[in-house]
């Protein structure tokens, strides 16, 4: 069981055996498949209700079996959100998944190059590309989105379905990384990535 070695935050965080009732029942909520609580979530332990809300949301975005946009390029997103705002704890955690989800070292590497350029033309087109530029308009200039944005998905061939769960994932996104940015939560401790090795 996690017992908080090496736990990482600018606040307090609750180990498991200092849990109230109400906290480790929210504990139990937010085990990863590996059975250990990651730091993003723990942060969170001196308010478990900010906890409960905050697992809801992670699993509604990412790990809903209605999306339809294909889980690795879900982390994709997700990857590129968080190198737009420089959180590396999401980044680590994010891409580690997407990696693992493309299985294919070669083609890992060129998407990686090209979101770390900001560039992810070098390694997308049609409806990938547009909805990564999408994920950046929103992320760096939010209120300068305009209706164009969303029609130029669509013209790509992106259902609204798909639109409102890209929408989400930088949503959440900007909502974790803004987070973890400022609680200065750190992977020291964590198991990186969500998926476990076989």
Partial sequence: MHRGEGMSAWIKMIEDDEATT????????ARTPHG???????????RPSTMKGHIYLYKSVLHDDSNTIPEWFQETISSYVSILNECEYSLSNH??????LINDNKKSEKIKEALDKKRPEEAFSGKELELLKYSE???LSPSKMEEKDVKSLKEKGVSDGEILEANQIICYFNYVNRSINGLGVS???DIVGYYKNK
Avoid: F, I, P
Avoid at 22 to 29: A, H, K, Q, R
Avoid at 95 to 100: D, M, T
């Fill in 22 to 29: 109400e906290l480790n029942e929210v504990l139990e909520m």
């Fill in 36 to 46: 250990t609580v990651d730091n993003v979530m723990r942060v969170h332990s001196l």
């Fill in 95 to 100: 891409w580690a998944n997407a990696k693992h």
């Fill in 137 to 139: 308009k929103l992320t």
């Fill in 187 to 189: 992977t020291k401790g």
